[in-house]
């Protein structure tokens, strides 16, 4: 759940009239501020373009819409290539790359192993026994999934393909499209806590926090930093262990479950950032980084040229321990809350 940001820019005294729209989608809340003053009709225009934008992706990738394309491809048992949208095409080709540089830790067809945790849309409370995982696993691999230009396909009829650790964010870079589209420049975008900037508000950057998390993964509290957003990395994703996670058979369960043994681990790492040039590709690599851990994400990290802060548990005398990539350590420009 990437729901780590807040944005900071929204109390800051810069000259001009801001506009502000605001709504529900993906089971959270959408936040625009516009740098420019619009009229109620424009602004009553807007919010309908946004909301239909928005609906086209959730009627397009939810797994919480029986109807939506993507759980038609998953009940549809063909192995043969199928044809798919240009907006699931391009999500599921993200992700599959993200997938082959991560050697797998990020899988969009991880669903069957979410949902036996309870954190998709099938709710349970109980922890799931090894052999429940177990035969989970065997539909489970990026690898049984192939996109051509003749469609997707899936070499096993029970692949279930779940593209909520990048939908949220492909959401986000839909609404900035449909605001450029529009002719608005200057703008910032936010869903659930994932963000998109556009210009400046009035000569001043857009500014966005990074929630600090409470030690022990609680609700998070306060603002560790600001970060000034700037053209070349306007999109701003965080994943995070200490928001979503429930007890399942005496022990902690989090949502996100590594795909490769299928267990809910947890870890020193309690959220992990990434800064990309689309919302899309920094929600999938943020969730990449939770599953890699505090062992081996700053090193993927550096590895692919990754803009990346990481908050780590640290002890009594410093509760958070702050790690940052050399591409973001390059390219951002922080202040102190």
């Known amino acids: 759940m990437a729901t780590a940001l807040l944005l900071a820019a929204c109390g800051e005294k810069t000259g001009g009239e801001t506009s502000k729209l605001a709504g529900e989608t993906m089971g959270t809340t959408w936040h625009v501020s516009i740098a420019q003053k619009l009229d109620a ?10 909301d239909s934008a928005l609906e086209a992706v959730n009627d397009s990738m939810s797994t919480y819409r029986e109807q939506s394309e993507l759980m ?18 391009r999500v599921i080709g993200k992700a ?5 540089q991560s050697d797998g830790v990020y899988d969009i067809t991880v669903g069957p ?38 469609g997707l396909a899936k070499n096993d009829p029970q692949v279930f393909i779940d593209l909520s650790s990048i939908a949220k964010g492909y959401g986000v870079d839909v609404v ?44 998070g509290e306060g603002v560790e930093n600001i970060i000034a957003m ?24 989090y ?37 890699l851990g505090d062992e081996k994400a700053l090193e993927f990290a550096d590895r692919y040229g990754l803009a990346a802060e990481l908050i780590l548990a640290g002890d009594d005398k410093q509760p958070f321990i702050i790690e940052r990539s050399r591409a973001f350590r390059a390219a951002v420009q922080e202040e102190k809350p």
Request: with cysteine; aromatic share 6%; glycine share 10%.
């Open 41 to 50: 009709p424009a602004q009553a225009a807007l919010q309908q373009r946004i």
């Open 72 to 89: 038609r491809y998953n009940h549809n048992p063909a192995t043969t290539p199928q044809p798919v949208s240009d907006g699931l095409r």
């Open 96 to 100: 599959l790359e993200i997938s082959v």
């Open 113 to 150: 192993l979410v949902n036996l945790w309870g954190f998709g849309p099938v709710k349970r409370q109980d922890k799931p026994a090894d052999s429940e995982i177990a035969a989970a696993l065997q539909h489970i691999g990026y690898g049984k999934l192939q996109l051509t230009d003749a």
């Open 176 to 219: 900035a499209e449909t605001l450029l589209d529009g002719g608005y420049t200057n703008f910032i975008v936010e869903i659930g806590g994932e963000v998109r900037a556009s210009g400046s508000k009035y000569g001043a950057p857009w500014r966005v926090g990074i929630e600090r998390p409470e030690q022990g993964l609680a609700t």
């Open 230 to 253: 700037n053209e070349k990395l306007p999109a701003m994703a965080t994943s995070g262990n200490y928001r979503q996670y429930a007890e399942r058979g005496g022990e902690m369960a």
């Open 255 to 291: 949502h996100i479950v590594d795909p490769r043994d299928g267990r809910s681990h947890s870890s020193r790492l309690l959220s992990a950032t990434v800064l990309a040039a689309d919302c899309m590709t920094a929600d999938g690599y943020a969730t990449a980084l939770m599953v």
